[in-house]
């Protein structure tokens, strides 16, 4: 029950830090591409990449910690679902090479900084 419960609270916690890191990379952008989602997710895939080998390797940290973290922080911070449905709306708009480029930018962004997150964790820390 403590590991739901902490789940909850820091997925609440990631939501919270979604809307403003969005809000703010949209703001500043102030166009029609959805900049806000793009830098969350990548940011959020970069966390994901850096921390998960981070915890479960040369930093131990208690399982309903690192699930608070990896699961309920990130998984409330990254924006999936918010990127399905902003380029299903460009494309519905007609705004078909906007979509394809935030499904393109988003994967190549996210996967790559992963990867990167991954591989600097593992050179700090360690395998």
């Known amino acids: ?5 902490l789940i909850f609270l820091a997925g609440g916690c990631g939501s919270l830090m979604r809307y403003s890191v969005a809000g703010w990379a949209q703001r500043l952008s102030s166009g029609t591409f959805p900049t806000g989602t793009l830098v969350v997710n990548t940011f959020g895939c ?7 080998p981070l915890l479960t390797g040369p930093v131990l940290v208690r399982a309903e ?3 608070a973290v990896l699961v309920g ?8 679902s918010s990127f399905g449905w902003e380029t299903v709306s460009l494309a519905e708009d007609g705004q078909r090479w ?8 988003s994967n190549l962004f996210g996967l790559t900084a992963a990867w990167l997150a991954a591989r600097l964790a593992t050179a700090f820390y360690g395998p």
Do not use: D
């Open 65 to 67: 910690y690192r699930l």
């Open 1 to 5: 029950m403590r590991q739901l419960l």
């Open 46 to 52: 970069a966390a994901i990449g850096f921390l998960t």
């Open 98 to 105: 906007l979509a394809l480029a935030n499904v393109l930018a």
């Open 73 to 80: 922080l990130l998984g409330g911070f990254t924006t999936f």
